[in-house]
């Protein structure tokens, strides 16, 4: 079974407009909504039933005009793991989640 | 910006015909596609960075957008499909060596301490620095030889200015066996947070 990117991509884009789609930066809620955006996508995935372990990360920053670099080096079986970095921006703030997925079967 | 990797092994044939339909369509999608599949070239690692360009073909809603973006590894992969391969029972139940988070922390310390000490924010620079970070500490941690783990490495910089930043993850996996080790570190002009995910391969 090969992980599909595509499908997690959709998840997660769904689950991260759910919460914090047209809501602006507030800094006492953004515990809360890093918490929820992660649970909810890690249920989702979950929730496909695919034979993986999973591992979400999610970064949420508030536009001021400062720079983020993310990357990330795996070392697993390519041809059965895989991972999904979806960037979702709105007016006051950036949020970059990746999804690592790796298979639990040979 | 779409940045399309290709999942599992795709033969050669299958690349050629797939691009072929794609021509035929000749949408500014497709051909876009095709180009970057015809274009890609081995890189080394699985990295994803975040670029600041302007995004085409997004879908807004209520003034957001989004972006996907996944790289797989094209230097790496087969021509022909490897067969399944058949492994022997170990009967193992547990690892016989687990994953050393203290080790593995100071590792952290080390390579960011030594990479970004006396370092001040450049996108560029940065940007690179990123890359090699992580192939750096992925290969430190190769090095601890721990059988059976896959090590998935994260790592975070940006500019200190006033903002604050949050950064959380959950993971699905085997607490018993599976674990986790993150750092984070900052100068005058930038912070850094590195995060090792250690998964065991049953």
């Known amino acids: ?106 | 910006m779409h940045c399309r990797g290709s999942f599992g092994r795709i033969n050669r044939s299958f690349r050629l015909i797939l691009t072929f339909f794609v021509n035929i369509i000749m949408s500014d999608i497709a051909k876009d596609k095709a180009a970057r599949l015809l274009k890609k070239t081995g890189s080394f690692s699985s990295l994803s960075s975040y670029d600041v360009k302007v995004k085409e073909n997004m879908r807004k809603q209520k003034d957001s957008m989004s972006t996907v973006s996944y790289m797989d590894d094209p230097g790496h992969h087969d021509d022909l499909p490897r067969p399944a391969q058949q492994m022997e029972n170990t009967y193992q139940l547990n690892p016989t060596k687990y994953f050393p988070g203290a080790t593995v922390n100071n590792i952290l310390k080390d390579v960011l301490a030594s990479y970004l000490q006396e370092e001040k924010y450049e996108p560029e620079l940065c940007r690179q620095m990123t890359k090699t970070i992580s192939e750096v500490i992925k290969a430190r941690i190769k090095d601890l030889m721990i059988p059976r783990y896959k090590i998935i490495v994260l790592i975070h910089i940006g500019q200190l200015n006033e903002q604050s930043i949050r950064i959380g993850s959950r993971c699905l996996w085997n607490s018993s066996t599976d674990t986790f080790s993150s750092f984070s570190f900052c100068n005058r002009s930038l912070f850094a947070v590195a995060n090792v995910f250690a998964v065991y391969f049953e």
């Not at chain 1, 991509?9 to 809501?23: M, R």
């Not at chain 1, 602006?24 to 890093?34: A, C, E, L, R, V």
């Not at chain 1, 795996?74 to 990746?98: A, F, H, K, Q």
Request: with cysteine; proline share 1%.
């Open chain 1, 1 to 106: 079974v090969v992980f599909s990117a595509d499908e997690a991509s959709n998840i997660i884009k769904e689950c991260v407009d759910s919460i914090i789609g047209g809501i602006d930066y507030n800094h006492s809620k953004i515990n809360q909504w890093t918490a929820a955006v992660v649970e909810q996508s890690l249920m989702h995935l979950v929730k496909m039933g695919k034979p993986f372990k999973y591992i979400v990360t999610c970064a949420i920053m508030q536009k001021s005009g400062a720079g983020l670099h993310t990357a990330s080096s795996c070392y697993w079986d390519s041809s059965t793991d895989g991972s999904c970095t979806v960037r979702w921006e709105n007016r006051t703030m950036y949020c970059v989640i990746s999804v690592f997925a790796v298979s639990i079967m040979l």
